[in-house]
């Protein structure tokens, strides 16, 4: 069984940087996409940035040259590198996979293709 679990979360003040990782266990990452998102208080669920097996990037326009996704050789680790970060980036913020897309992402930062999910880790970032 496909299991995630996100960790790297924390607070810090705008400008800081934070790096989130996301270990699965069960399986690796090969032939998978891999996404981050993202969920604040009051407001839906946001796709942040994707990767496909081939390493293949992309990235909502809020987080662009900001962020960046990424994940080790083995494909056991996804991570999210966040930089300059905004009191807006504050947000619950989940990994997830989608099987189905024979290591493509069908639709990108879309939720609805995401088969798997973490339970997620909080990020704060203080004015």
């Known amino acids: 069984q496909v299991q995630l679990a996100e960790s790297g979360g924390g607070s810090v003040q705008g400008g800081g940087s934070l790096r989130l990782s996301c270990v699965a266990s069960g399986y690796i990452f090969s032939g998978y996409c891999m996404g981050w998102f993202r969920q604040a208080p009051g407001k839906e669920r946001e796709g942040v940035a994707d990767?496909?097996?081939?390493?293949?990037?992309s990235y909502a326009n809020s987080v662009k040259g900001r962020f960046t996704i990424s994940q080790d050789n083995a494909k056991t680790t996804l991570y999210l590198q966040m930089n300059s970060l905004k009191p807006e980036d504050t947000a619950m913020y989940y990994c997830?996979?989608?099987?189905?897309?024979?290591?493509?992402?069908?639709?990108?930062?879309?939720?609805?293709?995401?088969?798997?999910w973490g339970q997620g880790t909080q990020v704060t970032v203080s004015s």
């Open positions: 997830a996979a989608d099987p189905r897309g024979g290591g493509h992402c069908r639709l990108h930062r879309d939720s609805r293709v995401f088969d798997y």
């Open positions: 990767i496909d097996s081939f390493g293949s990037t």
